[in-house]
């Protein structure tokens, strides 16, 4: 359920794209956001009662991320990738290790534990990086929809990593995922000549 709501977030990009980025959707924009969360709805199958808190946390997490991907795009044009990286980075590790005393229980990680979580923040960084560097030669309104592309690796890598096959109804949603994708695709073709990419910044 929670999924199915942070996957609200490339919707609304391109709701908003229009009034504060003078973005030009368009029908294809508007089919490949639908399609794709209707993709999520197929591999998340929300149901049941919801928790209130975790539904008021969850919204809090979708304003976060689709005030981020605006910005990401505004300050691409004056900002290197590099910076906008970093600050991002030093914000989180700022506020989240103010809290750590409160949170920080059980044992020590071991050593395994250790190199893990710097794999995992190489690789975030990398894919953070490139995230960003994304706003810089097309539009928020075509990357959003891209966004359901992370469900579609988690089903694929959770098959292949942890042997954990998704069932019918999932492959579906990972198809429809994928279908949006191809949209989006078409769609920046379409675009890429009337819409000017961000002028570049040295990084």
Same mark, same amino acid.
């Given at each position: 359920e929670?999924?199915s709501?942070?996957?609200?977030s +490339?919707?609304?990009i391109?709701?908003?794209?229009?009034?504060?980025?003078g973005?030009?959707?368009?029908?294809?924009?508007?089919?490949? &956001?639908? !399609?794709?969360?209707?993709g999520?709805?197929?591999?998340?199958? @929300?149901g *049941?009662?919801?928790?209130?808190? *975790?539904? &008021?946390? !969850?919204?809090? &997490?979708v304003?976060?991320?689709?005030?981020?991907?605006?910005l990401?795009?505004? =300050?691409?044009?004056?900002?290197? !990738?590099?910076?906008?990286?970093?600050?991002?980075?030093?914000?989180?590790?700022? =506020?989240?290790?103010?809290s750590? @005393?409160?949170?920080?229980r *059980?044992?020590?990680?071991? =050593?395994?534990?250790?190199?893990l979580?710097?794999?995992?923040?190489?690789?975030?960084?990398?894919?953070?990086?490139l995230f960003?560097?994304?706003?810089?030669?097309? !539009?928020?309104?075509?990357?959003a929809?891209?966004?359901?592309?992370?469900?579609?690796?988690?089903?694929?890598?959770?098959?292949?990593?942890?042997?954990h096959?998704?069932?019918r109804?999932?492959?579906?949603?990972?198809?429809?995922?994928?279908?949006?994708?191809?949209?989006?695709?078409?769609k920046?073709?379409?675009?890429?000549?009337?819409? @000017? +990419?961000? @002028?570049?910044?040295?990084?």
């Open positions: 929670m999924t709501i942070i996957f609200l +490339p919707m609304l391109v709701l908003l794209a229009r009034p504060l980025l973005e030009q959707i368009g029908w294809l924009g508007w089919a490949a &956001a639908i !399609t794709g969360f209707l999520v709805l197929f591999v998340a199958r @929300p *049941g009662v919801l928790d209130g808190a *975790g539904i &008021a946390f !969850t919204l809090c &997490a304003a976060a991320n689709v005030a981020y991907q605006l990401s795009r505004v =300050l691409a044009g004056t900002e290197r !990738t590099v910076a906008l990286t970093f600050y991002s980075a030093v914000a989180g590790a700022i =506020l989240f290790g103010l750590l @005393p409160w949170y920080w *059980g044992e020590a990680p071991s =050593l395994l534990q250790v190199l979580f710097l794999s995992l923040g190489i690789t975030a960084t990398l894919g953070h990086y960003t560097a994304a706003f810089r030669h097309a !539009t928020a309104s075509v990357l929809p891209l966004n359901y592309m992370q469900l579609l690796w988690a089903g694929l890598l959770g098959w292949l990593v942890f042997d096959l998704p069932d109804l999932s492959i579906l949603g990972m198809a429809i995922i994928i279908g949006s994708g191809v949209l989006v695709a078409i920046h073709q379409r675009t890429r000549a009337a819409v @000017p +990419p961000v @002028p570049p910044v040295a990084d």
